[in-house]
């Protein structure tokens, strides 16, 4: 009988040398058919705190225990992908690599392309991709590799408001299938398309310790995360991952990583 997928971290707290405490005393219980929102001001720590969820930065304080996660997928807030492959192509090759016959993993990647608003591109080259539709083909090739736990961070940051609700949508679905999604975001609307919310400020030291809320009890905190989406940070925090095995086996990469 397979293991049940979850992610439970209790107490975590993290602070990188020199700097202040990110967050403090924080518990999360994370599973399959739920997707969870990550929230907070620019510097509180919610890149740090996925980099720790998937078990690449370990906590200055506290513990994660991860149980039946084989895969974890990393979409990062600014797109990499190789510049002369196709949109098609960055959406099959993890398809192949989980064995897959190409006619079969060409079928299966068009279909979770047009998921994505992406049918129309599949046979353009990464480099002739606005950023939007960059950012919706690293979260389609995401959905190919077929991660256990599935880190997102700021999916929506170039996107049009009638585009990101699409991709919320689609990211709602794939938490309600078999993966655990977890969401770093400022957008309002994405948050109100999440399961759970997590707000990192409510977890600073000397805050107190705040409970992980339902969407439906945080609607007075929209006009906050709002406002909060004109401080989008333009890089990663410090130790983040900085990119994933699909990445890598599809050789460089264009861009830095922001």
Known sequence: MPLVKSVVG????????????LFTGLDIELRPAEV????????????????????????????????????????FQNPHGVARRTALDHVVL????????????????RHILDRFGLGKVTE????????????????????????????????????????????TAVLAQIGREDAIVVVATHDAHARDQCDRVIDLSEYQ?????????????????????????????TTLEPNA??????????GPIRGDHG
Do not use: C
């Open 10 to 21: 209790r107490g975590l707290a993290h602070e990188f040398p020199g700097t202040r405490r």
């Open 36 to 75: 969870t929102a990550v929230v907070g001001p620019s510097g509180s720590g919610k890149s740090t705190l996925l980099s720790i969820l998937a078990g690449w930065v370990t906590p200055t304080e506290g513990t994660v225990e991860r149980t039946g996660i084989a895969h974890v997928g990393w979409v």
């Open 94 to 109: 993890p398809l192949l690599a989980r064995g897959q016959h190409r006619s079969d993993a060409q079928r299966q990647a």
């Open 124 to 167: 353009r080259p990464y480099q002739t991709l606005s950023g939007g539709e960059a950012q919706r083909l690293m979260l389609a090739r995401a959905i190919a590799t077929g991660d256990d736990l599935l880190l997102v961070d700021e999916p929506t940051a170039q996107l049009d408001l009638a585009t990101a609700g699409t991709v």
């Open 205 to 233: 030291s000397g805050t107190g310790s705040a409970e992980i809320m339902t969407t439906s009890a945080n609607q007075k905190a929209v006009g906050r995360i709002h406002r909060a989406r004109k401080r989008i940070p």
């Open 241 to 250: 991952w900085t990119g994933s095995a699909s990445e890598l086996a599809m």
